[in-house]
């Protein structure tokens, strides 16, 4: 998949069955976005939940009427749009599609909700290499304990994503990314990850690992993956997600998200 | 009621039924707030619209499990706490109450939104006037024909409070209020009141008129009476909100809303 393709073209693509892999580095310039397909009963709750926890759960659309998007990606399916979904029931991974339309239930409710893929191609504009990219990775995230403050039924902890930054670069990483406030925006933690109830950093539970070279510092931000973390804890009858990693590539150009 | 009087002290007096009057100009430097109840098969879609519709219903505090306030006014109960309520039955103001504590039903759904007196203490530190304040009269508010984004059920037009201001001002007046994202920001109109559909600057919908004097401009704010406005259009079975004009007095700094 040619990475100068539109975000329209790459849709096409997903759709047509053409293109099921992770969009780390994919469509640069334009926002890329998580997915949570939840029941109406679930839904104030859960935006409830998305608004006390804007860093981990920024929202870019909330689709309360049908299967349609319109801000993110004008008029098509979130159904056939995404290039992996995963489907909780319970809190159970129960299954991995490529489509989810066959699912789909009149009373679901869709969020989309920012990605911090948006701050890396501005990370990358100022000279801050990103080793999942350069490795053709999905990024490395973890669940912490960080709390996230509860909103009805949902509560659990904050699921970050890692990225290892030269120690030289780490507050303009920051800075950078804290101009950003709707794609999560500056780190939640820099450093030590048993600090934020990481055991084991060469073992992300969402992703893959990474090296982190002599003189670079895992550095932490709140990830959209969060509300599948939660889901795992809280236990919704259903919950459709994306595969982390393979995002629905949004028509929003990164600028328009500078806060 | 002496205006030195802390928050919580004229909550108490509220609560005892010593003061059942219109709050503009009351508690300088703490914010004030919009009251608007909704059983919870509602709530999705009205948090939606105020997340949709940040301007006009800026969101402080949402209270999903019970009467009980937090936030704005920690460990009081909602249905005490402000001077005066409005209950609307199917889009119909039906009653005027000092206390709704008999009507609470476990499945109440409370939002507090930010309204613009916070913003006042600015203007006037900055030198520019409130006729409202000045005659001890509650602000004027119109309906306006500027649509607000639907959500769900809720869709119409926004309610705005009108301020006159110096011609020389009006400027100032913009950059000072813009700081203030939180409480409604930037005015959304300034000048001719029949181009956002208000005929008769003289009749407000809510509150009271106060002169335009000579070389004055009136000057439009989003107003967080617009759910009101809203309720007498879309219908819900029950709402009860704040009577305009008569606000939560919060805990919360005006300074700690700058944004």
């Not at 303009?172 to 406030?181: F, G, L, M, S």
Request: hydrophobic share 40%.
């Amino acid at each position: 998949m040619a990475a100068k393709k539109s975000p329209k073209e790459v849709r096409k693509a997903i759709e047509e069955g053409l293109f099921t892999s992770q969009t780390a580095g994919m469509c640069p310039g334009y926002a890329q976005g998580n997915l949570v397909i939840l029941p109406r009963a679930y839904a104030f709750d859960f935006l409830l939940f998305a608004q006390r926890n804007p860093k981990a759960c920024p929202i870019l659309e909330v689709v309360e009427d049908g299967k349609y998007l319109s801000r993110t990606a004008k008029g098509e399916k979130v159904t056939t749009t995404i290039p992996k979904y995963r489907v909780y029931k319970n809190g159970i991974l129960t299954e991995e599609l490529d489509d989810i339309d066959h699912l789909w239930e009149d009373d679901f409710v869709t969020f989309i909700l920012g990605c911090s893929f948006t701050f890396e191609s501005a990370l990358m504009d100022a000279g801050i290499p990103l080793r999942h990219i350069e490795e053709g990775k999905n990024v490395a995230m973890y669940h912490t304990n960080i709390p996230c403050i509860p909103a009805g039924v949902f509560k659990g902890n904050t699921v970050v994503s890692m990225r290892p930054i030269k120690a030289g670069d780490v507050m303009k990483a920051v800075e950078i990314t804290a101009k950003y406030p709707s794609v999560h925006g500056a780190p939640i933690h820099i450093g030590d990850p048993s600090a934020i109830g990481i055991a084991d950093i060469q073992k992300p539970d969402f992703g893959e690992m990474v090296a982190i070279k002599e003189g670079e510092i895992p550095v932490f931000w709140a990830c959209g993956v969060t509300p599948q973390g939660v889901a795992m804890h809280v236990k919704p009858l259903l919950m459709i997600t994306h595969a982390p990693g393979h995002m629905l590539i949004t028509d929003i150009a990164n600028d328009a998200l500078k806060g």
